[in-house]
């Protein structure tokens, strides 16, 4: 089973802050890799597959990068709206596995 | 639109067994393969079970393997999930999510989930 570590665990930042978060996996996953953003109460939403293409109507302020074992979330101009928990995924090798998750929070 | 529906979830004692079931509209159900996924509260998220678009291929996670059952019928648009000899440890949300396509197996739609409660 393929081990996602997302770091770091919790991010605190401010709106209009550029935000980087980070995904590493035991082994290469080559670009089947996703990020999912959850809000309280709310199922997860798609935001980046193919490690770099963003989904259906996901603003451009975000960016996915990496292939193999290193990923990246990068988040250029934080809105209010995007303080959430963000979890990366890989959809490579059965079972599909999922980091633990970074608590992107308002500072 | 794309909508799945979660049903079925509830409080089950331990040893127990419950079906949940997923309602899919807004696409052409019988052509995606579909997942479980669950999240234990204030927990991340973990795959369950998968299965083909036609049923003829099923996967599960070691910690349901044995126990839990997916299936589908297209004709009625609908997923399933059948758990029994539930535990504790089983207690989460599930969630229903469809794959985005064959070759690219990233969920492009989840559902709102089923809170399952395993308790005595």
């Known amino acids: 089973e393929i081990v996602l570590t997302q770091s770091p665990g919790t991010l605190s930042l401010s709106p209009g802050e550029r935000g980087t978060l980070s995904c590493r996996a035991s082994q290469s996953v080559s670009s089947y890799f996703a990020w999912y953003q959850q809000k309280p109460g709310q199922a997860p939403r798609l935001l980046i597959y193919?490690?770099?293409s963003r989904a259906t109507g996901i603003p451009d302020r975000f960016s996915g990068s990496g292939s193999g074992t290193d990923f990246t979330l990068t988040i250029s101009r934080l809105e209010p709206e995007d303080f959430a928990v963000y979890y990366c995924?890989?959809?490579?090798?059965?079972?599909?596995?999922f980091g633990q998750g970074t608590k992107l929070e308002i500072k | 639109e794309v909508q799945l529906v979660e049903s079925g979830g509830g409080l089950v004692q331990p040893g127990g067994s419950l079906r949940l079931s997923c309602s899919a509209s807004g696409f052409t159900f019988s052509s995606y393969p579909m997942d479980w996924v669950r999240q234990a509260p204030g927990k991340g998220l973990e795959y369950v079970s998968g299965i083909r678009y036609n049923g003829g291929f099923t996967y599960y996670a070691d910690s349901v393997k044995g126990r839990f059952s997916i299936s589908r019928d297209n004709s009625k648009n609908t997923l399933y999930l059948q758990m029994s000899s539930l535990r504790p440890e089983d207690t989460a949300v599930y969630y229903c999510?469809?794959?985005?396509?064959?070759?690219?197996?990233?969920?492009?739609?989840w559902g709102q989930g089923t809170l399952v409660t395993v308790s005595s």
């Open positions: 999510v469809k794959k985005y396509a064959t070759g690219s197996y990233h969920y492009d739609f």
């Open positions: 193919g490690a770099s």
């Open positions: 995924q890989q959809y490579g090798s059965l079972p599909y596995t």
